[in-house]
Nanobody
Framework: QVQLVESGGGLVQPGGSLRLSCAAS????????MGWYRQTPGKQRELVAT???????NYADSVKGRFTISRDNAKNTVYLQMNSLKPEDTAVYYC??????????????WGQGTQVTVSS
């Protein structure tokens, strides 16, 4: 029905940058809030950043000033620009979206996750 596909993860040195992308596809009428979450082994998934359809943003304190979330509503895509990366940013990053499907069904959808590793 709906699929979220992430890309852009990888290995980067401390202080480096990465840009994650997440594209939604399927029987989509509209997408409300989109966001990025991350998870490390043994820990709960935590919020990184969210963005509403009107581009209001919210960030975890740990990433404020370093990460920027944005979206392209025409492409049903959300981005996460990550700068000044730290080893503690290492995690699997998941895309999330609240979607209104054609036919008016509302769903919450998750991507499959993309690994980000910050290490020298």
């Amino acid at each position: 029905q709906v699929q979220l596909v992430e890309s852009g993860g990888g290995l980067v040195q401390p202080g480096g940058s990465l840009r994650l992308s997440c594209a939604a596809s399927g029987r989509i009428f509209s997408i409300n809030t989109m966001g990025w979450y991350r998870q490390t082994p043994g820990k709960q998934r935590e919020l990184v950043a969210t963005i509403t359809r009107g581009s209001s943003t919210n960030y975890a304190d740990s990433v404020k000033g370093r990460f920027t979330i944005s979206r392209d509503n025409a492409k049903n895509t959300v981005y996460l620009q990550m700068n000044s990366l730290k080893p503690e940013d290492t995690a699997v990053y998941y895309c999330n979206a609240f979607i209104i499907m054609i036919g008016w069904t509302n769903i919450e959808s998750w991507g499959q996750g993309t690994q980000v590793t910050v290490s020298s």
